[in-house]
């Protein structure tokens, strides 16, 4: 490769990581063609980019772009999955594919923002539910006492009506008999 196909290169990668809010780390050896865009196609669907990356030139990218932490989790044949947005995102649909198609794609570890990630982690990390089902969680945690408050409190009004009707009908059984 050229030095200015290097440098462009390099610059390409460096707004990548710069860029993204997580960078999840893989070993592709052994993936067909067929597997490898497959598995682009499936990360594209999430917003996902999955880039075969050299070595040395991701190493100045990601020093260039202040996340040398990624320098921790390349090595050998890697490619790297980017995400822009929920960092959940991309770990399970990388998971979601290695268990639906069993290829032997292993997950060397992440980059989130400037926190270097295991891949234990990285699996932890699939494992969480979305933001919009925490949300959801949260708000039902937040609703449930308030509905039991309104609750109570509409009992005590509910009960003295019901003590009137039933004293209503008294007086009007009382009155015809």
């Known amino acids: 490769m050229r030095r200015e196909k290097k440098e462009e290169a390099v610059r ?3 707004q990548k990581i710069a860029r993204c809010n997580i960078a999840i ?3 592709y050896r052994g993936l067909s063609v067929a597997e490898m865009t497959e598995l682009r196609r499936r990360l594209r669907q999430v917003e996902v980019e999955y880039r075969v990356i050299k070595n040395t030139l991701a ?3 990601a020093e260039q772009a202040g996340k040398g932490g990624l320098n921790q989790i390349i090595e050998g044949p890697t ?3 980017f995400g822009y947005g929920n960092v959940t995102e991309p770990a399970q649909a ?6 639906s198609s069993k290829v032997e794609l292993t997950i060397r570890g992440g980059l989130l923002e400037q926190r270097v990630l295991s891949a234990s982690e990285v699996i932890a990390l699939a494992d969480l539910p979305s933001k919009e089902a925490l949300i959801a969680k949260l708000l039902g945690g937040l609703q449930g006492p308030i509905f039991a ?3 109570v409190l509409n009992a005590t009004p509910a009960g003295f009506v019901r003590v009137l009707n039933a004293r209503i009908q008294q007086l009007e059984g009382g009155g015809n008999g």
């Open 12 to 14: 390409q990668l460096e």
């Open 25 to 27: 780390a893989t070993n």
């Open 59 to 61: 190493r100045f990218a």
């Open 79 to 81: 490619a790297i999955a």
């Open 94 to 99: 990388l998971l979601d594919y290695i268990r």
């Open 149 to 151: 408050l309104a609750q």
